[in-house]
């Protein structure tokens, strides 16, 4: 080891030029928090997003510490709001967030069947208030009545609250039972009401004339094959030798309810197709039904507002030949939503396929286009007494369809 | 010396020069330039618990969201954070996008590349022209108010948002843009250069019966010069009074009315300001403007917002004038617009403001002493009576 003096001092230097720099650099870096950030990346952010990602809490951060508010902020609630923003970026017309509280009902809603006490609540200028009640409903023998006022649910003054909040509020688990205080002809009443399993029914039926069953969908709901099922039945037992089967108004819901219909009207086939963002087609079968109905002559009302699962119904129908669509062109809403449940209990529902008829026809922004146009319902009528009247060689004085309650803006408790 | 221990001292200089450059790298990292990212690192983790849905909601839509085109992961941050701020429900804090902030902050600023037009939209979704700005390129071609902008630079704008049709109108200064445009019923292309265009933030008068008339149209980077210009213009006549119109002004910068209001008013109590930690702050006026005696009428409407409502609250509470006109809008909080890393920006309401006689503005604003109306039928009749009602209230009480 012997270097001459100057490559000494020049060796020497070099490494102290080093040792600052490194040292400097990785003081600087640790410091700025930027290799701990490297190493770990942003909480739960996928690695791709990371950096994308940091204006979002940057000003997340900017509020926390600058934001005026008399309350705490609340993180849940500003999370629920970046999943809804986030949703809404995606122009997806149909996507949506939901709570906890609100998905449960979402859920509720899709299933038919609930823990309640079976009364329509209606709500007005004055606040919420019974507008009818299920007949042998727990609400009915506990003695309340129409007209009653909602003051308080479980101690909980209701006031001018929204019907869905009140709604929770009724609702729970079964068996359980729920408090309320109503305002009846100037006097305060207090009920405990147990809790049952309500079911909203989803399909009403009667006979419309001597031979014609009359068949209405409401919406589709887990139920609806089922109800469905019992309708045909009745109607068969009534000895109906044609059908009517309404669909106005159906504004769809579960679509996986659709095949089930389906299956009680054809036999075998695909009920609908389904194609993903990939090009992915999947066909949905109609399922093997356990007993086959006798194959009536059938005529279906559809209008504007027949959509989505209602819609898959009547273009299966169509495409196989079934009977003819009678009205006007149906909403043409083509588009399958998923609804996710995340882990929290709250849900986003957003678009995840278009669905074609089985003969590979769209719908989307088209509808369907009936084999027989009718622009009111009187005229509907008796284009579906003709047909039907020839298809089953019968004599069909008139139809009368029962006058159906109307359920728009009420809600069952 | 043995070599040995030259070497160790050697080694023992290294070591402490390294020790001390890492603390002095450490330090600057730490305290003069942190990254926003490892701020944002610090989200405490119980938020971050809280924040896991978000991805879940993220992966299914990255997994199953049904789209023709690639998913876009800007807008959907984008989107997150504007609904992050929105589900504060202050109609005030808002997240901006990186266009959104620069076109934010060219209109408090009070230039940028433009063509000199005031535009609405029109039913058909389209805008249209409402004013032509003195001096600007728009005044120099055909262009006339009514006419309807259809398509930027071959872009239809039908069905566009106002602000989005702006970003396309405006740019760097100098450069062309190509309008087509519905002129007295004919389809014509007019190409403009964009120039910086100097809105018109005040405006000056002498009105009969020697009385002053002084507009503010926003308290923007320029007001408080364009204020002090003014206003020794038109001392220099020596007015028997002063109308000061904020009507339709819609605030901007604090610290530039804190300059105007100082030309009005003299030593006290301009604005209380609190924060959410019920930190309490004043801010004053001193004794030295130019019109601090003079009789003053200053003229609010629905549209006196923000910076203008704590002029025309100063001027009511302290008793330096009275308020002729309409209800005013009743915006009484303060936002700061922060800058993000990437050029977003969010703005936040960080305080609310109280008159001096501690009176909230927030979403009731200033009723005026004298309340006069002005309608759609005096706005077809040209008819001004609010003005007309400061004018014969200084004709009442003051001396020529």
């Given at each position: 080891m012997r270097l001459s003096s100057l490559h000494q001092w020049l060796l020497f230097g070099l490494v102290l030029a080093t040792v600052t720099a490194v040292a400097g650099l990785a003081g600087f870096l640790i410091g700025r928090g930027q290799l701990s950030l490297m190493a770990r990346g942003l909480p739960g952010t996928p690695p791709a997003q990371a950096q994308r990602f940091l204006p979002f809490w940057e000003a997340w951060l900017k509020i926390e510490r600058l934001f005026y508010s008399q309350q705490p902020l609340d993180p849940t609630a500003m999370t629920y709001g970046a999943i809804s923003g986030m949703l809404d970026s995606l122009h997806d017309p149909y996507a949506g967030f939901s709570t906890p509280p609100e998905h449960q009902m979402e859920n509720e809603g899709f299933a038919g069947e609930f823990g309640g006490i079976g009364a329509w609540l209606a709500r007005d200028e004055r606040g919420t208030y019974v507008a009818s009640l299920q007949p042998g409903s727990s609400a009915e023998s506990a003695g309340l009545e129409t007209g009653d006022r909602v003051l308080t649910v479980a101690d909980k003054e209701i006031g001018m609250a929204d019907l869905p909040s009140t709604t929770?509020?009724?609702?729970?688990?079964?068996?359980?039972?729920?408090?309320?205080?109503?305002?009846?002809?100037?006097?305060?009443?207090?009920?405990?009401?147990?809790?049952?399993?309500?079911?909203?029914?989803?399909?009403?039926?009667?006979?419309?004339?001597?031979?014609?069953?009359?068949?209405?969908?409401?919406?589709?709901?887990?139920?609806?094959?089922?109800?469905?099922?019992?309708?045909?039945?009745?109607?068969?037992?009534?000895?109906?030798?044609?059908?009517?089967?309404?669909?106005?108004?159906?504004?769809?819901?579960?679509?996986?309810?659709?095949p089930g219909v389906l299956a009680q009207l054809v036999t075998g086939g695909i009920a609908y197709r389904e194609v993903r963002s990939s090009g992915e087609e999947t066909r949905v079968a109609i399922p093997f039904a356990a007993t086959q109905p006798a194959p009536l002559p059938l005529a279906v009302l559809v209008d504007a507002g027949t959509a989505s699962a209602a819609e898959i119904v009547a273009a299966a129908i169509q495409d196989y030949e079934r009977g003819p669509l009678i009205g006007t062109r149906t909403h043409g809403k083509g588009l399958v939503q998923g609804?996710?449940?995340?882990?929290?209990?709250?849900?986003?529902?957003?678009?995840?396929?278009?669905?074609?008829?089985?003969?590979?026809?769209?719908?989307?922004?088209?509808?369907?286009?009936?084999?027989?146009?009718?622009?009111?319902?009187?005229?509907?009528?008796?284009?579906?007494?003709?047909?039907?009247a020839n298809q089953a060689g019968i004599v069909v004085e008139s139809l009368r369809l029962p006058l159906l309650g109307d359920s728009d803006g009420k809600v069952l408790v | 010396m043995s070599s040995c221990r030259r070497y160790a001292l050697i080694a023992l200089l290294l070591c402490l020069v390294g020790t001390a450059v890492f603390v002095a790298g450490f330090g600057l990292g730490r305290y003069v330039f942190p990254s926003s990212d490892s701020r944002a690192w610090q989200v405490a983790s119980e938020q971050r618990q809280q924040f896991s849905p978000f991805w879940e909601a993220w992966r299914i839509i990255e997994d199953e969201y049904y789209t023709e085109q690639p998913l876009d992961y800007q807008a959907m941050t984008y989107g997150a954070a504007r609904g992050m701020v929105a589900s504060l429900g202050d109609p005030h804090t808002a997240f901006l996008t990186p266009e959104e902030a620069d076109m934010f902050s060219q209109d408090l600023s009070g230039t940028f590349g433009g063509i000199g037009v005031t535009i609405t939209p029109t039913d058909d979704g389209f805008v249209q022209v409402v004013k032509l700005i003195p001096g600007g390129p728009a005044e120099k071609t055909v262009l006339q108010p009514g006419d309807v902008v259809l398509a930027v630079d071959g872009t239809s704008i039908r069905g566009m948002s106002q602000n989005e049709a702006i970003a396309l109108i405006r740019g760097e200064v100098g450069t062309q843009v190509t309008l087509r445009v519905r002129h007295e019923g004919q389809e014509m292309d007019l190409t403009l250069t964009r120039a910086i265009i100097a809105i018109p933030v005040t405006e000056r008068k002498m009105l009969d019966n020697n009385i002053a008339y002084l507009y503010v149209g926003e308290f923007n980077a320029r007001a408080a010069d364009l204020v002090k210009t003014d206003l020794t213009d038109l001392l220099k006549h020596e007015p028997r009074g002063l109308i000061l119109d904020l009507r339709?002004?819609?605030?901007?910068?604090?610290?530039?009315?804190?300059?105007?209001?100082?030309?009005?008013?003299?030593?006290?109590?301009?604005?209380?300001?609190?924060?959410?930690?019920?930190?309490?702050?004043?801010?004053?006026?001193?004794a030295s403007g130019l019109a601090e005696s003079i009789p003053l009428v200053v003229l609010v409407d629905g549209g006196s917002a923000s910076a203008s409502e704590i002029l025309a609250g100063a001027v009511q509470d302290r008793g330096r004038g009275v308020l002729i006109g309409e209800q005013t809008y009743g915006k009484g909080s303060v936002q700061v617009t922060e800058r993000l890393s990437d050029r977003s920006a969010v703005a936040v309401t960080i305080r609310r403001w109280f008159t001096p006689a501690d009176r909230a503005i927030d979403g009731k604003g200033l009723t005026p002493d004298i309340v006069v109306e002005y309608t759609e039928e005096d706005a077809k009749a040209g008819r001004d009576p609010q003005l007309d009602r400061a004018i014969k209230y200084l004709m009442e009480n003051t001396a020529q």
């Open positions: 929770l509020l009724i609702r729970g688990p079964v068996p359980s039972t729920v408090h309320l205080v109503v305002e009846r002809g100037g006097a305060e009443l207090s009920f405990d009401i147990p809790r049952l399993v309500v079911e909203r029914a989803s399909v009403q039926w009667s006979m419309a004339s001597a031979a014609v069953g009359y068949v209405r969908i409401l919406d589709f709901t887990g139920r609806t094959a089922h109800e469905f099922a019992t309708a045909l039945a009745e109607l068969a037992a009534a000895d109906a030798r044609a059908m009517l089967l309404d669909l106005r108004g159906n504004g769809g819901g579960l679509a996986s309810a659709a609804l996710f449940t995340l882990k929290d209990g709250s849900s986003i529902r957003i678009t995840t396929a278009r669905w074609l008829t089985p003969h590979g026809h769209p719908i989307e922004g088209v509808g369907l286009q009936p084999e027989l146009i009718a622009q009111n319902d009187q005229e509907a009528l008796s284009l579906a007494k003709e047909y039907l | 339709g002004d819609p605030g901007g910068y604090l610290h530039i009315v804190e300059q105007v209001a100082d030309e009005f008013l003299p030593e006290g109590v301009l604005v209380i300001e609190r924060s959410s930690t019920g930190a309490e702050s004043r801010r004053n006026t001193t």
